[in-house]
């Protein structure tokens, strides 16, 4: 292989690991947000749930 071709190898790998890592950052983000979400909605849940009881 010559430079040229190695190089646009090279850049191939680095941007496959770079979108490998990008689509596993935001798996993590959605989960984050997620979790938070039914937090959330289970003190929603609880508040309402209190107040309609009283």
């Known amino acids: ?3 040229p071709e190695q190089d646009k ?3 191939r790998e680095i941007s496959a690991n ?3 890592r990008q ?3 935001a798996v ?6 997620i979790g938070l979400a ?3 909605g ?4 609880a508040l309402v749930w209190s107040w309609l009881k009283r």
Request: proline letters at 0%.
């Open 42 to 45: 289970i003190i929603a849940v």
């Open 9 to 11: 190898q090279r850049n």
């Open 28 to 33: 993590r983000v959605s989960s984050w947000a």
């Open 18 to 20: 770079e979108a490998e």
């Open 23 to 25: 689509a596993m950052s």
């Open 1 to 3: 292989m010559s430079a």
């Open 38 to 40: 039914v937090i959330i």
